[in-house]
Nanobody
Framework: QVHLMESGGALVQAGESLRLSCLASGGLSSFNEMAWYRQTPGKQRELVAE???????NYAASVAGRFTISRDNAKETLYLEMNSLKPEDTAVYFC??????????WGQGTQVTVSS
């Protein structure tokens, strides 16, 4: 059984940095697709960043150049490095993972709050 567990969410000020982590108990290497999503109250969950290969990444336009997604299979962890944070980055951030021929996995979410 695989579980995804996020950590690293916090209250920070605008302009600061934060790193989110997602531990994949049961192994990260089996996931061919990993991503970070975020959601604010009353809105749909939106894709923030995804990684589908060793160097194949994709970012939402609103975070491109500020956020970096990476994975460390040896540590079974997915990361999201967030720099130059803005108040509009405030959301619950979710870790997502998908393995071939399997259903998607989601973490429980971690709150990021950016004050102005």
């Amino acid at each position: 059984q695989v579980h995804l567990m996020e950590s690293g969410g916090a209250l920070v000020q605008a302009g600061e940095s934060l790193r989110l982590s997602c531990l994949a108990s049961g192994g990260l290497s089996s996931f061919n697709e990993m991503a970070w999503y975020r959601q604010t109250p009353g809105k749909q969950r939106e894709l923030v960043a995804e990684i589908t290969g060793p160097r194949k990444t994709n970012y939402a336009a609103s975070v491109a150049g500020r956020f970096t997604i990476s994975r460390d299979n040896a540590k079974e962890t997915l990361y999201l490095e967030m720099n130059s944070l803005k108040p509009e980055d405030t959301a619950v951030y979710f870790c997502y993972g998908r393995r071939p021929f399997d259903t998607p996995y989601w973490g429980q979410g971690t709150q990021v709050t950016v004050s102005s």
